[in-house]
T-cell receptor, first 112, second 110 residues
Framework: GEDVEQSLFLSVREGDSSVINCTYT??????LYWYKQEPGAGLQLLTY?????DMKQDQRLTVLLNKKDKHLSLRIADTQTGDSAIYFC????????????FGTGTRLQVFP | NAGVTQTPKFQVLKTGQSMTLQCAQD?????MYWYRQDPGMGLRLIYY???????DKGEVPNGYNVSRLNKREFSLRLESAAPSQTSVYFC?????????FGPGTRLTVT
């Protein structure tokens, strides 16, 4: 079955790098996504990676994909207090229905 | 929220009452979705609609019905609300996995 797992909390100091990890079980997923949710708001798409890529960089964000281990990570360089939010990874189901399976979310807290 | 609106923002219901959550998009995308978000459980798909006139069950459809009235609008109905339906409800539109979410409806059932 499909299951996406994340650790619940991460706390980092402002200016440090943050690494949020995710594991998934459906190796045939073609796309994997990272979403951000700020307090009281809906989810916002941050970035995504195609399954034939190992890495994708977008400004302060770096996504790493280890398909063999079904492991996805999001690295945020120079973490700022505005990065404090809940981060969700999600995988696109491979059944052509355009459905996403979301992880439980990682709450990132950035302290000065 | 990338052109996805939801009403109402907040609602309190008594057990057994009914209500409809409204969602509309302004981008004319085929796919639309309804999720619920509960603490520690991420987002779970209730129903989705791949195109106008079609709807399909997601992971947690029991107790809900949906209507894809036209390409813009996708409503979620609770016929007889239960306390287990206390949650935050999000509507989203496609395309594909690049989903764009509304601001959510916070529903409490007492």
């Amino acid at each position: 079955g499909e299951d996406v797992e994340q650790s619940l909390f991460l706390s980092v100091r402002e200016g440090d790098s943050s690494v949020i990890n995710c594991t998934y079980t459906d190796s045939s997923s073609t796309y994997l996504y990272w979403y951000k949710q700020e307090p009281g708001a809906g989810l916002q798409l941050l970035t995504y990676i195609f399954s034939n890529m190992d890495m994708k960089q977008d400004q302060r964000l770096t996504v790493l994909l280890n398909k063999k281990d079904k492991h996805l990570s999001l690295r945020i360089a120079d973490t700022q207090t505005g990065d404090s939010a809940i981060y969700f990874c999600a995988e696109l189901t491979p059944d052509n229905t355009d459905k996403l399976i979301f992880g439980t979310g990682t709450r990132l807290q950035v302290f000065p | 929220n990338a052109g996805v609106t939801q009403t109402p923002k907040f609602q309190v219901l008594k057990t057994g009452q009914s209500m409809t959550l409204q969602c509309a998009q302004d981008m004319n995308h085929n796919s639309m979705y309804w999720y619920r978000q509960d603490p520690g459980m991420g987002l779970r798909l209730i129903y989705y609609s791949a195109s106008e006139g079609t709807t399909d069950k997601g992971e947690v459809p029991n107790g809900y019905n949906v209507s894809r009235l036209n390409k813009r609008e996708f409503s979620l109905r609770l016929e007889s609300a239960a306390p287990s339906q206390t949650s935050v409800y999000f509507c989203a539109r496609g395309p594909h996995g690049e989903q764009y979410f509304g601001p959510g409806t916070r529903l409490t059932v007492t």
